[in-house]
């Protein structure tokens, strides 16, 4: 699997957008780009996945670049409860694969 | 669907005592995972199961870990013996079509 660079931590005002960078230079043409985050003391908790397309769903949105070696996951207006430490993965789609977890970014929301 | 669901939730115990870890995945799911979180290390795949058949164990750290899966809602991680570096948190996960893997609330072991 490519090789992800997250920052370590980040930190976001309560009800502003969260925008969490990742690198993936070395991604291949058959890989996706998935995020997962943990809440303290949970498990890992899937967010989103995507290609090559911005992806959306009702937790986030992922924006991929064109030459798709970095992408940002978007908490549109992040909560206190968003805080967490965010993964970003890039693995082949295949229920057959485990993740590969890096360090992360730790994402602490503020009042 | 109650989610992947893991016991115990706590386990302390002392080294030398072997130590059961137990796993349901979710029902329909065919891939199992067990992974494990230390502060040094972060998570890791020690190893994961298709349709009850161990596919990747090379992460399993050495001979006193073994996992067994005998059905599709059932599967166990074992350490014998146990020893105080095995102190961590044990996650189990379970992924079926979608390529989403469902984690459980994880156990915490720790090892006297």
């Known amino acids: 699997d490519a090789k992800t660079t997250q920052p370590p931590s980040m930190d976001c005002a309560e009800g502003r957008a969260a925008n969490l960078p990742c690198n993936h230079s070395t991604i291949s043409g058959n890989e996706y780009v998935y995020w997962y985050r943990q809440i303290h003391s949970q498990g890992p908790q899937y967010i989103i996945h995507g290609l090559k397309n911005n992806e959306t769903n009702e937790m986030a949105s992922l924006i991929i670049t064109e030459d798709r070696k970095s992408s940002t996951l978007i908490l549109p207006h992040a909560t206190l409860r968003d805080t967490a430490v965010y993964y970003c993965i890039v693995r082949v789609a295949n229920s057959g694969y485990a993740l590969n977890f890096g360090k992360g970014t730790s994402l602490l929301v503020t009042p | 669907d109650a989610g992947v669901i893991q016991s115990p939730r706590h386990e302390v115990t002392e080294m030398g005592q072997e130590v059961t870890l137990r796993c349901k995945p979710i029902s329909g799911h065919d891939y199992l995972f067990w992974y494990r979180q230390t502060m040094m290390r972060g998570l890791e795949l020690l190893i994961y199961f298709n349709n009850n058949v161990p596919i990747d164990d090379s992460g399993m750290p050495e001979d006193r870990f073994s996992a067994k899966m005998p059905n599709a809602s059932f599967s166990t991680l074992k350490i014998q013996p146990s020893e105080p570096r095995d102190s961590a948190v044990y996650f189990c996960?379970?992924?079926?079509?979608?390529?989403?893997?469902?984690f459980g609330p994880g156990t915490r072991l720790t090892v006297l």
């Open positions: 996960a379970s992924s079926g079509t979608d390529n989403e893997q469902f």
